[in-house]
């Protein structure tokens, strides 16, 4: 059936160019038409790509609010739809610009700012590319939500989703990916390997979203006095299974799709990512239940997130049972980081930070050890700068971002508001207006 659609397609492109010149076929004639479809499909894949990785909000969003209590569920919505929202209007004015325009530093870009690279009568493959870019930067950016969930202002959290989308995301990102279009990354130059973003989405969405948690501090009632941990329970567990079902589909777009190219090669990335996803929520599954005496659905969902962040830098370029390798150890190192940021007080409800930071830090080194094509010191050692640059440079102007929004418009909601729950306080509503009042006093 696909050869006969090619076929079809071919013969409908020779005819018209056939028709277009003097009536014969010419291996040039047919070499065109070729070209021509595959430069085609290379627009459709792309954009069936990105509108995987854009179904991908909804899956944070179910999981987020599965995660976190009944009377925030409302404000995790809003979150998730603004954070994708004003991120693409920021992404359009400034954040392509820096990430993808001309560089003669490698540090930044300096055109393409608001899509001034298009022209109605030029290439518009210009489009296509941001399309898919975009929907990657409102993944580094929504990571941050369910880090902060349940204590932040909303417009803190407006505030800080514009600069991500234009400053931060992008500037790092034009280190690594830069040559994707017009910019040359000193990273990149360097030969740093992350092909679809461990390091470059996740780790930039992990490290501001430990930033931003340090800044805010915990939730009331997470820590007793005397240095005990509360457990706060999550209000819908199918919900957030849901949510990591859907996410796990859209890595399918967000792994194979940057190819940005209908080829061949896509089949070995969606192989890779799928076992690494399966490989660490299997081991995640097995790490709780040697832990706590019973398998742990939060952390077996969350161990599955972990392999696919941790397979993105490499799926390109490491055979499948290194995927399996590779999202075996993610699940392991998932449940080790979720206890440990636990026992220094910081307060992540969903998991963010050891999913994509620690994980997307894992699977960017992982990226270098099982590479197909050979590895060494000097792979090794690129891998671990850019892992350390990430950290620097996202940490550091994200801690400063919140501190600031801290200092003036607020970034945390009183202790009455929390304790209400910010559907009320933030936005004069409710998730499940059937439900028993109570589900909303919860503390």
């Keep these: 059936m696909k050869t006969l659609i090619l076929s079809l397609l071919l013969t409908v492109s020779n005819l018209s160019i056939a028709w277009a010149g003097d009536g014969a076929v010419t291996p040039e004639s047919n070499k065109t038409a070729i070209d021509l479809v595959q430069a085609h499909a290379d627009y459709v894949w792309t954009m069936v790509a990105a509108a995987l990785v854009f179904f991908m909000q909804a899956g944070f969003a179910l999981v987020e609010a599965g995660f976190t209590r009944a009377k925030n569920a409302v404000n995790i919505m809003m979150k998730n739809l603004m954070d994708f929202s004003v991120g693409s209007l920021a992404f359009w004015a400034i954040g392509f610009g820096l990430m993808f325009g001309v560089s003669k530093s490698g540090w930044l870009g300096t055109s393409g700012f608001f899509l001034s690279?298009?022209?109605p009568d030029g290439d518009p493959w210009v489009l296509a590319f941001w399309m898919f870019q975009v929907v990657f930067a409102a993944t580094a950016a929504t990571i941050v939500s369910g880090a902060m969930a349940e204590r932040?202002?909303?417009?803190?959290?407006?505030?800080y989703s514009i600069f991500i989308s234009?400053?931060?995301?992008p500037i790092f990102g034009s280190w690594a990916w830069g040559s994707l279009y017009n910019g040359s990354g000193w990273l990149e130059g360097i030969g740093f390997i992350d092909f679809a973003g461990s390091t470059v989405v996740h780790s930039v969405g992990g490290w501001a979203a430990l930033a931003g948690t340090i800044v805010l501090g915990p939730r009331l009632g997470k820590y007793t006095k005397d240095g005990g941990?509360?457990?706060?329970?999550?209000?819908?567990?199918p919900l957030a299974a849901l949510g990591v079902f859907i996410l796990w589909l859209g890595w399918f777009g967000f792994n194979p799709g940057s190819t940005t190219a209908a080829s061949k090669d896509?089949?070995?990335?969606?192989?890779?990512t799928n076992l690494a996803a399966a490989a660490g929520a299997v081991l995640a599954m097995i790490t709780s239940w040697i832990k706590f005496g019973k398998p742990d659905v939060g952390m077996s969902l969350n161990g599955a997130l972990a392999g696919l962040v941790a397979i993105t830098a490499g799926c390109a370029n490491v055979s499948p049972t290194s995927s399996v390798i590779i999202g075996a150890v993610a699940g392991i190192i998932v449940v080790f980081a979720v206890i440990m940021f636990d026992r220094i007080k910081v307060d992540d409800p969903v998991g963010a930070i050891s999913v994509h930071g620690v994980n997307g830090a894992w699977g960017t080194l992982a990226a270098g050890i099982f590479n197909m094509g050979g590895t060494s010191a000097k792979i090794i050692g690129v891998q671990l700068l850019g892992i350390a640059a990430c950290f620097v440079w996202t940490f550091t102007a994200?801690?400063?971002l919140f501190k600031i929004i801290d200092m003036t418009i607020g970034l945390r909601v009183s202790a009455e508001e929390e304790a209400k729950?910010?559907?009320?306080?933030?936005?004069?509503?409710n998730a499940y207006p059937d439900f028993e009042v109570s589900a909303y006093s919860q503390k």
């Design 421 to 429: 729950g910010l559907d009320l306080s933030e936005h004069a509503g």
């Design 398 to 400: 994200a801690y400063i």
């Design 117 to 119: 690279d298009f022209s």
């Design 229 to 237: 941990i509360k457990p706060i329970l999550g209000h819908n567990i």
């Design 266 to 272: 896509i089949a070995m990335i969606f192989v890779n």
């Design 152 to 159: 932040t202002k909303f417009t803190g959290y407006l505030l």
């Design 166 to 169: 234009a400053l931060i995301y």
